[in-house]
């Protein structure tokens, strides 16, 4: 996330000064952002070891649930369409890029610039006129994106950490399935989330389980509401749509990385669709929003989830790194110089609080990460660039097909955002016992 950061902190600095033209714009990649091809830079393993990282998180633990809220048969099935689009989304933004830089003559231009420059040659006045709001739109996508999932982080910790200490009477020693538990919560989940509070603010502010039942029971098609519910899961697992350009310009040989994509694509959405699969089928309707609470209550399986929940704690530094890399920098450009460490940390401070306010209003690791996927994921990985690729070759005799496919994918992308922000906020005041996705904060 390092390298996304990076190039969106540069991307950003003209906020600094207030807001620039298009043109003026242009000047804030500087030779430092660019690894032309040959020099210093990631190899292929390592530009496939990030790209595999930057799309496997914790949104893969929800997959589970996301195929009971699609069906069997259908959740697999849509898992991979999804999969497809987004791939193909990420190579309309790798060609759309490569495109602009040709033409503009740059050696590299990032996803927010890729939106404004193709703004800037739209047939119509307006769009062209307010084209530097194309950058600022992206960028103001991956801020929410990201602090989502940071609050999504805070949820699964909390989930985590409550199950561990409020079993620990009944854990043993012999890893068998879990079994239905009466135990009451000793404490809200929100206590956990602000436990956990102030050691990620100090954090920030450094710079084997027995075979598949036999699925013969569980449907292949579920309700068409919580199939909404599972489109947001979806399209927010796949979060690496940020991450192509930024990896593509750290490579060596940068004209090897659409082999490195659809290689790293390839083993994300067998996994996601293995995982998903597999883990429906092996806890059926008692399925959890993280995979992580259905594991046996034995100390080896809670070992395991103390070791993720310690990974994901440090891994929420990286997921914040992008945001704060794109408001402290203007932030601290309207204070002096003897204000700069106190606003930096105070807006790292308050960024860490957000996220935990949110976990804190909607408990419910679910529909956070649907909510998340549907509002921004959507837009960032499906929506924006179908529709970017039609505004930069629309003038240059672009086949009605092409046209039309994009149009669908961002049609798609649209509805699903619409729908699947509309059932996530339904199911949100509705009781835990009506609603049909698993809170986080119940114990099974």
């Not at 909404?228 to 899961?233: K, N």
Request: hydrophobic content about 50%; proline content about 5%.
């Amino acid at each position: 996330m390092s390298l996304l950061g990076r190039d969106y902190n540069s991307e950003l600095n003209s906020l600094d000064n207030g807001p620039q033209s298009p043109s003026e714009s242009s000047s804030s990649i500087t030779s430092e952002n660019v690894h032309p091809a040959g020099e210093a830079g990631l190899s292929m393993m390592q530009t496939l070891i990030h790209l595999l990282k930057c799309n496997i998180g914790t949104g893969l633990l929800g997959l589970p649930l996301a195929i009971k809220n699609a069906g069997l048969l259908v959740g697999p099935v849509s898992l991979l369409a999804i999969g497809v689009l987004t791939v193909h989304c990420m190579v309309i933004l790798l060609n759309c890029a490569q495109h602009l830089s040709q033409r503009l003559q740059k050696t590299f231009v990032n996803y927010g610039e890729a939106t404004m420059y193709g703004l800037e040659t739209c047939p119509n006045t307006w769009l062209r006129a307010h084209a530097v709001w194309g950058r600022y739109t992206v960028s103001f996508l991956l801020v929410i994106t990201q602090l989502g999932f940071c609050s999504v982080y805070f949820m699964f910790m909390a989930d985590n950490l409550q199950q561990m200490v409020e079993e620990a009477h009944v854990t043993s020693n012999i890893c068998q399935p879990r079994e239905i538990l009466t135990l009451t919560p000793i404490l809200d989940i929100r206590f956990y989330m602000l436990i956990i509070l102030p050691f990620l603010i100090l954090l920030v502010f450094i710079q084997n389980l027995k075979g598949i039942p036999y699925p013969s029971n569980l449907p292949l098609m579920a309700n068409w509401k919580t199939f909404l519910l599972f489109f947001g899961t979806a399209i927010f697992t796949f979060e690496g749509v940020g991450m192509v350009l930024p990896l593509k310009n750290q490579m060596k040989h940068p004209q090897q990385f659409s082999f490195v994509l659809y290689l790293g694509m390839s083993i994300v959405i067998i996994l996601y669709i293995l995982l998903g699969t597999l883990g429906y089928m092996k806890f059926g309707s008692d399925t959890q929003a993280s995979i992580t609470l259905n594991l046996p209550n034995c100390w080896l399986y809670q070992s395991v989830k103390l070791m993720y929940s310690i990974g994901i704690f440090f891994t929420y530094a990286l997921q914040f790194h992008v945001p704060a890399e794109i408001i402290i920098p203007f932030a601290i450009s309207q204070v002096s110089e003897s204000w700069a460490l106190f606003v930096d940390l105070s807006v790292r401070s308050a960024l860490v609080c957000l996220t935990c306010v949110s976990a804190i209003l909607i408990p419910r690791l679910d529909l956070v990460i649907s909510l998340v996927g549907s509002v921004s994921s959507s837009a960032l990985a499906l929506i924006i660039p179908a529709l970017l690729e039609i505004v930069i070759f629309y003038s240059e005799d672009m086949s009605c097909v092409t046209i039309a496919k994009d149009i669908m994918i961002s049609i798609v992308g649209l509805l699903g955002c619409i729908f699947g922000t509309y059932q996530a906020l339904y199911e949100l005041p509705q009781p835990i016992s009506h609603s049909m996705a698993n809170s986080t904060g119940v114990h099974a």
